[in-house]
């Protein structure tokens, strides 16, 4: 554990340590800031990543002194060998692209070209495993020309060398002897400058990981091998991330898509931190209404948080084709006459991910409160074909404010293509968390226990006073296909016995009480009159 810590402690300096190195070139705050940061972090974690790998298969080079140059004095058919011989997820570096190497050459002429070179290589040569794509096939470029950031250019070579010099001074590969738990920490320290809810039209979308926990815990109750997980609008992966760790990353395969290119940045990055490099080629970059990458392939959990409400009318026609017909069976938002920006396109992401299940297929969305309840439109309709169908293994309705970053009330909708129909957990967790403030927001956070309560109640189908019922299908179809826990939770009247002689008491005392009150009453009533009698006109 102290050892956990510390190497978290060091993790975070060296990134504070890049933001500082930012700073002092006049790119703090800078929009290129979010691109240097992680992809210099990214650099880092591929070189020290392959390090380790290379020492692991060939011990003697872990002996060498200077480890870049052992590398260097294999002959090519050694050093061919050897890269044949690493995990598919394992980075191909030559001598030339490591940090030790760079290290030791900083003080040539056009060092920043060097460097910048070097990241271009080690880019073209990983690309089959580390590039996103876009739904067109083209690959992105793992780097950029770093610093070409600094207008100066006389700046360059000596921007260069300070990053290179923070990076020198740590390593990852102790980190590596045994799996850690604290790359999730870790990724969000990095991104949180960076993955702000901004307001713009594809604004990035951050789930509280407690919402994550509960989600992975509910659909994931036991071992799993062999699955295939998928987000349609991913973003940095917080859901992704959860799963898979519920799952086992060795059990499962993510596959991806979202409109964002620094969403899908982040998630390459967040796949990498977290043992999961073998999935990056399956993150696309692409709108998942409009223009589905993964439309003919099926999946065993789906999780989801998408966006509430978008315009989206620029490619409202594109939906409206045969071949999207039986996907949105429940129909298209209309283009309203103004507030564009409030469709309702997570209408669309459900029909998807209903689409995309396969035949024993399990989903988590976080949905709008409101969809749970309406009673008409898209809402019901597809509310009706779930029950329909059978898939609705339950609700849980969220407290208030659990997302920081809106208003809306949320619940999380769990679908299973194997629910049992007569025993559907319907769960009202409002009333729980505590309000804590970030910022200028205040937001709810649900403790721990109140998380495992959630949990523990929903798999094991328990109805709980004022938090779950347990509904069968005939019960829905009665109260117009409401998902919502509070219109079938049971008015409790107490009783109280006693005995006779107390009833005539209590009654004596009712009587007595009425009767004074009536006293008061015409008394009052005859004071009025008295002084009506006494008003004249003047």
């Known amino acids: ?111 920043g070209k060097t460097f910048d070179d070097t990241l271009r290589q080690v880019s073209v040569e990983n690309a089959e495993v580390f590039s996103v794509k876009s ?77 994550a926990r509960i989600m992975a815990q509910i659909m994931v109750p036991g071992p799993v091998k062999g699955a295939k997980v998928y987000d349609p609008s991913a973003g940095s992966g917080t859901l992704l991330m959860s799963i898979a760790h519920e799952i086992g990353e060795e059990n499962c395969t993510i596959y991806s898509e979202d409109i964002s290119q620094k969403s899908s940045n982040m998630l390459r990055l967040n796949l990498v931190l977290n043992n999961l490099t073998h999935s990056i080629p399956n993150i696309i970059k692409t709108n998942t209404i409009a223009q589905p990458n993964y439309l003919d392939k099926e999946f065993d959990y789906i999780v989801s948080n998408p966006p509430f409400k978008l315009d989206f009318s620029d490619f409202h026609a594109d939906l409206d084709k045969d071949a999207f017909k039986k996907r949105f069976f429940a129909g298209i938002p209309n283009i309203p006459k103004s507030k564009k920006e409030s469709m309702a396109i997570y209408l669309l992401f459900i029909q998807h991910i209903m689409y995309s299940l396969n035949d024993t297929g399990k989903a988590a969305i976080v949905v ?76 709810t956070v649900l403790t721990p226990v109140e998380e495992n309560l959630i949990i523990d109640t929903f798999n094991a189908i328990q109805a709980v006073r004022d938090l779950s019922v347990v509904v069968s299908r005939a019960q829905v179809i009665e109260k117009n296909y409401s998902f919502s826990a509070g219109q079938y939770f049971e008015v409790k009247i107490e009783y109280v016995d006693i005995t006779a002689e107390e009833f005539a008491e209590k009654m004596d005392g009712f009587q007595n009480r009425l009767q004074s009150l009536f006293a008061e009453g015409n008394a009052l009533d005859q004071e009025i009159q008295e002084q009506l009698k006494g008003l004249r006109y003047e």
């Open 368 to 443: 709008p409160t409101g969809f749970i309840t309406a009673q008409s439109g898209i809402e019901k309709k597809i509310r009706e074909r779930i029950i329909t169908n059978g898939w609705l293994r339950g609700v849980v309705s969220m407290p208030s404010n659990i997302f920081a970053s809106t208003g809306t009330n949320v619940s999380v909708l769990f679908l299973d293509k194997k629910a049992d129909s007569d025993q559907m957990v319907l769960m009202d967790a409002s009333k729980l968390g505590e309000t804590v403030k970030e910022g200028k927001n205040q937001r």
């Open 135 to 211: 739904f067109t096939g083209a690959k992105d470029s793992l780097f950029d020309d770093l610093t070409q950031f600094i207008s100066d250019s006389s700046q360059r070579d000596a921007f260069a060398k300070a990053l290179v010099n923070k990076l020198f001074e740590f390593s990852f590969e102790e980190m590596f002897e045994q799996k850690y738990d604290f790359f999730a920490t870790i990724f969000e320290y990095l991104i949180k400058d960076y993955n702000t809810d901004s307001g713009g039209k594809y604004a990035e979308y951050y789930t509280p990981h407690a919402v």
């Open 1 to 111: 554990m102290t050892q956990d810590i510390n190497f978290m402690t060091k993790t975070k300096a060296l990134i504070d340590n890049l933001k500082s190195v930012c700073a002092n070139y006049g790119l703090g705050n800078d929009g290129n800031e979010f691109k240097i940061i992680t992809q210099v972090f990214l650099y880092k974690f591929l070189n020290d990543k392959f390090r380790y790998a290379v020492k692991q298969e060939m011990p003697a080079i872990s002996e060498a002194e200077n480890f870049s140059e052992a590398l260097r004095n294999l002959s090519d058919e050694d050093y061919s060998f050897l890269v044949a011989s690493l995990d598919p997820n394992i980075p191909r570096l030559r001598p030339q692209h490591l940090i030790s190497h760079l290290f030791t050459i900083q003080n040539d002429p056009d060092f």
